[in-house]
């Protein structure tokens, strides 16, 4: 038992000594093959994801409070990942004063720029205020809380009927901004 123990101590010391001889090879073995190929990496870094879901929410924030609830029956990618492209768009504006419903038949949203376009048979509800708009385009500029219509929109209240070729809406100040041929029936 004594002269077994004496040589366990000289497997070691035999692996040091050869090492010179041994691990070149080993060396050679376990090198990585191929190399490395910015291109590649690169290509793999601009490679997008493209998905198509049956139902999806959107949730849009501002200094920590929910301002919008947009949903969609279905969403999916448009020419890149940032680009969401939806049908069947109801969406929820809360709002200061009183919220706000707005549906329409299809969407895009551009998720980098905030940015909510709604597409064809496009209606907006204020209920508090019985006030109805119809339109067939609609934007939203998150940045500087503006709602954007460039085509003719259809404005029912209680009261009155308005007719114009486009509005701009400042959701800050509640402010209107109608042009190009506008009639207003009382």
């Known amino acids: 038992m004594k002269n077994t123990r004496n040589f366990l101590w000289m497997i070691p010391l035999g692996l040091f000594v050869t090492s010179p001889v041994w691990k070149p090879s080993v060396a050679a073995f376990l090198k990585p093959r191929g190399g490395y190929d910015a291109g590649l990496a ?108 460039p085509v003719p929109v259809d404005i029912k209240g209680p009261r009155f009927s308005l007719q114009a070729g486009r509005m701009d809406y400042d959701l800050s100040t509640d402010g209107y901004d109608f042009s190009e041929g506008v009639t207003v029936e009382l």
């Open 42 to 149: 690169a290509r793999a870094g601009r490679l997008q994801q493209s998905f198509v879901m049956d139902s999806i929410t959107i949730t849009l924030t501002s200094k920590g409070i929910e301002e919008w609830v947009v949903k969609a029956r279905r969403a999916f990618t448009g020419k890149s990942d940032r680009e969401l492209g939806m049908i069947g768009v109801d969406a929820l504006y809360k709002g200061k004063n009183e919220p706000i419903t707005i549906t329409s038949s299809r969407g895009t949203y551009y998720i980098d720029q905030r940015h909510l376009i709604l597409i064809d048979n496009v209606v907006v509800r204020k209920p508090k205020a019985g006030e109805v708009l119809y339109t067939d385009l609609l934007h939203y500029y998150d940045a500087g809380k503006m709602v954007v219509s």
